[in-house]
């Protein structure tokens, strides 16, 4: 559609045609900006390039602005969201994919401490309701949350972008962060962490008639099964066995650095006083380690009755 043509259509016209029209030919820059608003309200993400003065009213009304580095004019690339210091397209690309490989991220972060957090809320809550000892002493919550919680986020924060993110639908910028279920997801995961640990508490203070037990069953729990639902985050819909589950080697790495300093606090007299746990035998470590692994046995079913989990390489859309 040349330019002539495109003057003598209303916005409506325009709107009703828009997503029809492959090409826009000698348009001025009023039109520009029609066609960007064009598309915006048939709900698309609009991304304009320009490198003129001409082209700075639609870079500014366009979702995202990129204006040329090299040989775009000051006011376009005042303009723009993004400038391409080599004036090269495709590196509007590479830009796209690291920027949606840190908004996962950031979602498998922030799913990660909250449901573990939850966790360790509902542990101490439920304590408290149903009458029972304290569970967990402020030192052991500590420990958790500067240690078992924080290396595992970190890892997460730089996990490699999954194969099939450019086959996604761009996100609506209206869209919650804890959109498709992540808040329902959150809460479920937090309180089936905090039971995992109150039933680890309960065998120790119960069948082994120890308070001290209990707690050091509990606080060893707590941590482990969170090190262990890390790597669920990893995907909201693959299995973690088809990612692989150590292919993020940063993660891999935080697992086994948290497990050992883990079992150094209950092992190591020393700190396991400062900590107020004691040691346990080899049958009460195989306890934990199974309770430990259970989360992963619960999301990747979650993933498979929500239908999460793909079976032929295809990706949900994101809206």
Same mark, same amino acid.
């Given at each position: 559609?040349?330019?002539?043509?495109?003057?003598?259509?209303? =916005?409506?016209? #325009?709107?009703?045609?828009?997503?029809?029209?492959?090409?826009?030919?000698?348009?001025?820059? %009023?039109?520009?900006?029609?066609?960007?608003? @064009?598309?915006?309200?048939?709900?698309?993400?609009?991304?304009?390039?320009? =490198?003129? &003065?001409?082209?700075?009213? /639609?870079?500014?009304? @366009?979702?995202?602005?990129?204006?040329?580095?090299?040989?775009?004019? @000051?006011?376009?690339?005042?303009? /723009?969201?993004?400038?391409?210091?080599?004036?090269?397209? /495709?590196?509007?690309?590479?830009?796209?994919?690291?920027?949606?490989?840190?908004?996962?991220?950031?979602?498998?972060?922030?799913?990660? *401490?909250?449901?573990?957090? +939850?966790?360790? +809320?509902?542990? +101490?809550?439920? $304590?408290? *309701?149903?009458?029972?000892?304290?569970?967990?002493?402020?030192?052991?919550?500590?420990?958790?949350?500067?240690?078992?919680?924080?290396?595992?986020?970190? @890892?997460?924060?730089? =996990?490699?972008? =999954?194969?099939?993110?450019?086959?996604? !639908?761009?996100?609506?910028?209206?869209?919650?962060?804890?959109?498709?279920?992540?808040?329902?997801?959150?809460?479920?995961?937090?309180?089936?962490?905090?039971? *995992?640990?109150?039933?680890?508490?309960?065998?120790?203070?119960?069948?082994?008639?120890?308070?001290?037990?209990?707690?050091?069953?509990?606080?060893?729990? #707590?941590?482990?099964?969170?090190?262990?639902?890390?790597?669920?985050?990893?995907?909201?819909?693959?299995?973690?066995?088809?990612?692989?589950?150590?292919?993020?080697?940063?993660?891999?790495?935080?697992?086994?650095?948290?497990?050992?300093?883990?079992? $150094?606090?209950?092992?190591?007299? /020393?700190?396991?006083? &400062?900590?107020?746990?004691?040691?346990?035998?080899?049958?009460?470590?195989?306890?934990?380690?199974?309770?430990?692994?259970?989360?992963?046995?619960?999301?990747? +079913?979650? %993933?498979?009755?929500?239908?999460?989990?793909?079976? !032929?390489?295809?990706?949900?859309?994101?809206?």
């Amino acid at each position: 559609m040349s330019g002539r043509e495109l003057e003598q259509m209303t =916005d409506e016209q #325009l709107e009703e045609r828009i997503e029809s029209i492959s090409v826009f030919a000698r348009v001025t820059p %009023k039109d520009k900006v029609r066609i960007v608003k @064009a598309f915006q309200k048939k709900g698309h993400i609009v991304a304009m390039t320009g =490198d003129g &003065v001409n082209d700075a009213p /639609a870079l500014k009304a @366009a979702d995202i602005g990129c204006a040329m580095g090299i040989g775009g004019t @000051a006011v376009a690339r005042g303009a /723009a969201d993004m400038v391409l210091a080599d004036d090269n397209f /495709a590196t509007i690309v590479t830009a796209v994919k690291e920027g949606r490989g840190i908004y996962d991220n950031i979602r498998k972060a922030v799913h990660f *401490l909250l449901s573990s957090n +939850i966790g360790e +809320i509902v542990t +101490i809550f439920a $304590a408290i *309701l149903l009458g029972w000892n304290t569970p967990l002493l402020p030192v052991q919550l500590l420990w958790i949350n500067l240690i078992t919680d924080s290396f595992p986020a970190i @890892a997460l924060g730089v =996990d490699p972008a =999954d194969k099939d993110i450019m086959k996604r !639908s761009p996100v609506n910028r209206e869209k919650s962060l804890f959109a498709d279920g992540m808040t329902a997801n959150i809460f479920i995961e937090g309180i089936m962490i905090g039971t *995992l640990s109150l039933f680890a508490f309960a065998i120790g203070y119960n069948v082994y008639g120890s308070l001290d037990l209990g707690r050091t069953l509990s606080f060893t729990v #707590l941590g482990m099964s969170q090190l262990v639902h890390a790597f669920n985050m990893r995907s909201e819909e693959k299995s973690v066995f088809k990612i692989g589950v150590f292919s993020n080697m940063y993660l891999t790495g935080a697992f086994f650095l948290c497990c050992a300093l883990q079992a $150094a606090v209950v092992s190591v007299p /020393a700190l396991a006083s &400062v900590f107020g746990v004691v040691p346990m035998n080899g049958v009460q470590w195989l306890t934990a380690g199974i309770l430990s692994l259970f989360p992963m046995l619960f999301v990747e +079913i979650e %993933k498979l009755l929500t239908g999460k989990l793909t079976k !032929s390489g295809q990706t949900r859309k994101f809206e």
